[in-house]
């Protein structure tokens, strides 16, 4: 697990090869096997590989959308809130969960995030929601650029000054 984690790099650069059908009902298959809130399971994803959609999900955010622009895959991370008061919580467990997968199965992916970021003055959130057709109930965390890598990125070392990060008993 500590090497897969180590592995796991946001790769924002990907080749053209598609994702298969067999990989992507296992990304999705983390996202549905995680864990929530009183087991309220909020979250719902909205799978887009058509070429022209992934282009208008780019344009939902006016920064930080590079990963979209060669994602052969992108998955939209979205939460009942009715469902679930800390529905950004089991957005986010779902998100990395689904990342952590991608980085199993050899794939790159970037977590792209939407909820509180902007298109001008409109919400980024808002402008994917209408994009896709999301109910104006489900907020929309992040959206997930996937395919497979066309970068190299070394494993995450830790170092010292990481374990500062950590306490001991007390902060
Ligand atoms: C909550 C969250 C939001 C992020 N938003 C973006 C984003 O909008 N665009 C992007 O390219 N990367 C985004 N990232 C990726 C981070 O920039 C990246 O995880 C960080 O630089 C560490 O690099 P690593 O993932 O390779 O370890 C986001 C990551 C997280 C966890």
Redesign the pocket.
């Given at each position: 697990m500590i090497e897969l984690l180590s592995k796991r790099?946001?790769i924002?650069k990907f080749t053209s090869q598609a994702v298969s059908d067999e990989h992507l009902e296992k990304l999705l298959a983390a996202a549905l096997l995680a864990p929530s809130s009183k087991d309220t399971r909020p979250v719902e994803l909205v799978a887009v590989r058509d070429k022209g959609m992934i282009a208008a999900l780019a344009a939902c955010r006016d920064s930080?959308?590079?990963?979209l622009h060669t994602a052969a895959l992108v998955l939209a991370v979205t939460a009942d809130t009715g469902k679930a008061d800390v529905w950004v919580e089991n957005a986010s467990i779902a998100a990395i969960l689904v990342q952590l997968e991608a980085e199993n199965l050899g794939l790159g992916s970037?977590?792209?995030?939407m909820r509180l970021r902007t298109n001008g003055e409109k919400s980024a959130e808002a402008e994917v929601r209408k994009t896709l057709g999301i109910p104006e109930n489900f907020g929309v965390m992040?959206l997930l650029a996937i395919g497979h890598k066309d970068e190299v990125?070394q494993p995450?070392q830790l170092d010292a000054a990481d374990w500062t990060r950590t306490h001991n008993e007390r902060f």
């Open positions: 790099r946001s924002r930080g959308t590079m990963p970037t977590w792209v995030q992040c990125k995450r």
